[in-house]
């Protein structure tokens, strides 16, 4: 069971960039696929980024693909999304999520593909 924890959300004007952090309880955090996912006011949770265990497999959301960047360090047990160029429209809590995964190419892009959620961060983009 690993238990993840984010951090780096905030306010950051148009234009401006954000690191977030998910630091994982653990072990065996080397063998999770990770993602990002968001969810803002009145709006379903939605895929973000992915990346599988071994980091050679990424997927992005076609709205941050080019401005965001996902990565991870299984030394250090957290994974990391890398915002630049940040819009209003990225405005939402964002959560990491963690699923045990057997394949080093694993790097689900579905919420219900997750079994293990991080509590959220905030993130405001203000125009």
């Known amino acids: 069971q690993v238990q993840l924890v984010e951090s780096g959300g905030g306010l950051v004007q148009a234009g401006g960039s954000l690191r977030l952090s998910c630091a994982a309880s653990?072990?065996?955090?080397?063998?999770?696929?990770m993602g990002w996912f968001r969810q803002a006011p009145g709006k379903e949770r939605e895929f973000v980024a992915a990346?599988?265990?071994?980091?050679?497999?990424?997927y992005y959301a076609d709205s941050v693909k080019g401005r965001f960047t996902i990565s991870r360090d299984n030394a250090k047990n957290t994974v990391y999304l890398q915002m630049n160029s940040l819009k209003p429209e990225d405005t939402a809590v964002y959560y990491c999520?963690?699923?045990?995964?057997?394949?080093?190419?694993?790097?689900?892009?579905?919420?219900?593909?997750?079994?293990?959620w991080g509590q959220g961060t905030q993130v405001t983009v203000s125009s």
């Open positions: 999520a963690g699923v045990l995964s057997y394949s080093s190419t694993y790097s689900p892009r579905r919420s219900y593909e997750y079994d293990y």
């Open positions: 653990g072990r065996t955090f080397s063998s999770y696929a």
């Open positions: 990346i599988s265990w071994g980091g050679g497999r990424i």
